[in-house]
């Protein structure tokens, strides 16, 4: 089990996460709850854009089955997670009533859940002294599928999927080239929140 929190000066956001895994039985099971609050985007109040306070609660339950575990040909498993999120403004700028203005951009509240499907394959190979893998791959996929049947207030069908290589560095003893390739596909009503980024930095005073 574990047990964190974190706290961010800049944003002043708060974070809580506690976690439970039992590996006793066949399947493994484990169990996550996250808190969250904090900024965020997504608000826009004639033209200009804004920034709330959300507060978002997770919990999820898990079950893993180990289908492969081979010194020769690797590890394999199977993920299947029930995900519950409620995401919500608690805070923020008041919306005038003035038709005058252009219409707002209200952030979208409620709550996402459903199922997701997480296949895994791996096989790498580290040393007492290795900082990380220093050669093979590993590959992952994971389905997520959400709607109102399952508890959600949105539906949303995505997939992702990712591959990792390491290859040793011929001129550089114990060092590793990591190479990584990761896509996704989404569809659904869950319109606002970004379901896939790329890099960036937050807004900041300077």
């Given at each position: 089990?574990?047990?964190?929190?974190?706290?961010?000066?800049?944003?002043?956001?708060v974070g809580v996460?506690?976690?439970?895994?039992?590996?006793?039985?066949?399947?493994?099971l484990?169990?996550?709850?996250?808190?969250?609050?904090?900024?965020?985007?997504?608000?826009?109040?004639?033209?200009?854009?804004?920034?709330?306070?959300?507060?978002?609660?997770v919990?999820?339950?898990?079950?893993?089955?180990?289908?492969?575990?081979?010194?020769?040909?690797?590890?394999a498993?199977l993920?299947?997670?029930?995900?519950?999120?409620?995401?919500?403004?608690v805070?923020?700028?008041?919306i005038?009533?003035?038709?005058?203005?252009?219409?707002?951009s209200r952030?979208?509240?409620?709550?996402?859940?459903?199922?997701?499907l997480s296949a895994?394959?791996?096989?790498t190979?580290?040393y007492?002294?290795s900082?990380?893998?220093e050669?093979?791959?590993?590959l992952?996929?994971?389905?997520?599928?959400y709607e109102?049947?399952?508890?959600?207030?949105f539906?949303?069908?995505?997939?992702?999927?990712?591959?990792?290589?390491?290859?040793?560095?011929?001129?550089?003893?114990?060092h590793?080239?990591s190479?990584?390739?990761?896509?996704?596909i989404?569809?659904?009503?869950l319109?606002?929140?970004?379901?896939?980024?790329?890099?960036?930095?937050?807004?900041?005073?300077?």
């Open positions: 089990w574990s047990l964190s929190t974190t706290y961010n000066f800049a944003r002043e956001s996460n506690a976690s439970y895994s039992y590996n006793g039985l066949w399947p493994a484990g169990a996550n709850v996250s808190y969250a609050r904090g900024p965020r985007g997504g608000l826009t109040i004639d033209g200009q854009r804004e920034t709330f306070t959300e507060q978002n609660v919990a999820s339950a898990s079950a893993t089955l180990p289908i492969l575990r081979s010194n020769r040909y690797g590890s498993s993920r299947f997670t029930y995900r519950f999120q409620r995401f919500e403004p805070d923020g700028p008041e005038p009533l003035d038709p005058t203005m252009q219409l707002p952030p979208e509240a409620g709550q996402l859940s459903g199922l997701v895994s394959y791996g096989k190979y580290g007492r002294y900082v990380s893998p050669k093979g791959r590993r992952g996929v994971n389905v997520s599928f109102p049947h399952l508890g959600s207030d539906r949303l069908l995505s997939v992702t999927w990712s591959y990792q290589e390491y290859v040793p560095m011929p001129w550089l003893s114990n590793v080239l190479l990584r390739l990761a896509g996704g989404a569809r659904g009503d319109n606002r929140r970004g379901l896939f980024t790329v890099g960036g930095l937050p807004n900041q005073d300077l």
